[in-house]
């Protein structure tokens, strides 16, 4: 049974050499990481391993890096805004994947830090709106540190783990991280419908968390029957199932159900989530699992990117040699809904960056990766329309690009063709 301490006194069982784990997106826990920071001076060379935390993460200030060497499978905001360089420690890995990095002992975890609901009546815990990769975390680590909060919403699938697998609990009675996206402009408003127009009655939607995302569920509330299997979601989908547009009805896999990973909203989502047995959190390993996602029909996977180029390389982990995010779930779904039957895999971006340059470019800037390559690419969705690529030479793929640019850059690009592609 676990001990209740502080969260001081939970958190000196982490010693020099250690790696530890920190859970994911609204369910980081704030005290816990406040507490490891505050031992900055008396640790060396603990790896942090995490993706897409939210809230405090002054661990990675460069004046802990002696004391903390973080090792991202995914950037958030937080961390992009506290070290600048996250490039040498950074691991390029799909999201379905970093489960099977802790069962088989790849990264061997000393300490996991998890936020969970207070136990219930059969002394079960839930890991809330992050199960992602910390379930698996929470299952191999050596100690299991969980600061127990009864503001996390207790959800059901991957999400239930006993009380008794936690070694220190750390009390607190706080708000999770709230996130509350801002109205989505003229332009993403036009991706949203674009994209809309590609979805039909009774689809499985994965969708992700932003603008696009949201102002795509917006001009769905006329569809019918439409079903959710996702890595993430977020508030513009609890709006939608309230429209009655959200059945689960055709899906193979869990029907009747909406299936993800992990959500990040506001307190909307995670009242959604509470209790709601409509609502199905599991493992990564499970709803990023291209086999599982080919089972559904008519899956549309909507992702974003940074740049596309010409022959339709995708780049949305990176700008330029500095990596910004990470390969995350694009692959896994782009790939899924590829393979299932009616299934559309979309990439969606605005035509131009916030300074006025073009976001489809003649080729990818020097050192960017290529998250999806031009081989699985079907559907590029800009606000100036869409381009199909599936089975399309280099030559049409290029003019149906160049069609959806902002227009001002078109004849730029019409040139640039012919210069570096030889059309």
């Not at 969260?7 to 704030?30: C, R």
């Not at 330029?320 to 694009?330: D, K, T």
């Not at 916030?354 to 990818?364: N, V, W």
Request: charged share 20%; hydrophobic share 40%; net charge neutral.
């Amino acid at each position: 049974m676990a001990q209740f301490v502080s969260a001081q006194e939970a958190l000196k069982v982490v010693k020099s050499g250690n790696n530890v784990f920190i859970q994911t997106a609204a369910a980081t826990p704030q005290q816990l990481v406040k507490a490891l920071t505050a031992r900055a001076s008396d640790l060396r060379d603990v790896k942090i391993y995490s993706i897409h935390t939210e809230g405090d993460c002054s661990y990675a200030h460069p004046d802990y890096e002696k004391s903390f060497e973080i090792h991202s499978f995914f950037n958030g905001h937080n961390l992009r805004s506290m070290r600048k360089n996250i490039n040498p420690t950074f691991v390029p890995i799909f999201l379905s994947e970093i489960p099977s990095l802790f069962y088989n002992g790849i990264v061997p975890l000393d300490v996991a830090l998890v936020q969970v609901s207070p136990p219930d009546k059969h002394g079960m815990c839930s890991l809330g709106p992050s199960v992602d990769v910390s379930l698996s975390a929470v299952r191999t680590a050596k100690t299991v540190i969980a600061q127990v909060n009864p503001k996390m919403p207790r959800s059901f699938g991957d999400a239930q783990i006993e009380f008794s697998k936690v070694h220190f609990a750390v009390e607190v009675d706080e708000e999770l991280y709230l996130a509350s996206p801002a109205a989505p402009s003229a332009v993403e408003l036009q991706i949203g419908k674009n994209i809309a127009a590609l979805i039909e009655d009774g689809a499985t939607l994965q969708m992700g968390i932003g603008a696009i995302p949201d102002a795509t569920l917006k001009a769905l509330t006329g569809h019918k029957d439409l079903g959710i299997h996702t890595e993430m979601f977020s508030d513009g989908l609890v709006d939608l199932y309230k429209t009655g547009a959200v059945t689960n009805k055709y899906k193979t896999r869990m029907a009747g159900k909406i299936v993800s990973s992990f959500a990040l909203g506001s307190r909307k989502t995670y009242d959604f989530i509470d209790n709601n047995p409509m609502v199905i959190m599991m493992d990564a390993a499970y709803t990023n699992d291209t086999h599982i996602i080919r089972q559904n029909p008519k899956v549309v996977a909507i992702n974003s990117a940074i740049e596309v180029d010409l022959t339709g390389q995708v780049c949305a982990d990176s700008i330029g040699n500095r990596i910004y995010s990470g390969v995350g779930g694009q692959m896994d779904f782009m790939r899924g809904a590829a393979l299932s039957k009616g299934g559309k895999p979309i990439i969606a971006l605005p035509s131009t960056t916030s300074k006025g340059q073009s976001k489809i470019a003649p080729f990818l800037k020097e050192g960017a990766g290529v998250t999806t390559t031009r081989a699985h690419v079907h559907y590029i969705v800009t606000e100036h329309g869409v381009a199909h690529l599936h089975g399309k030479t280099l030559q049409e793929r290029a003019k149906a690009l160049i069609a959806i640019a902002a227009p001002e850059f078109r004849e730029d690009l019409e040139k640039q063709s012919r210069k570096v592609l030889g059309f």
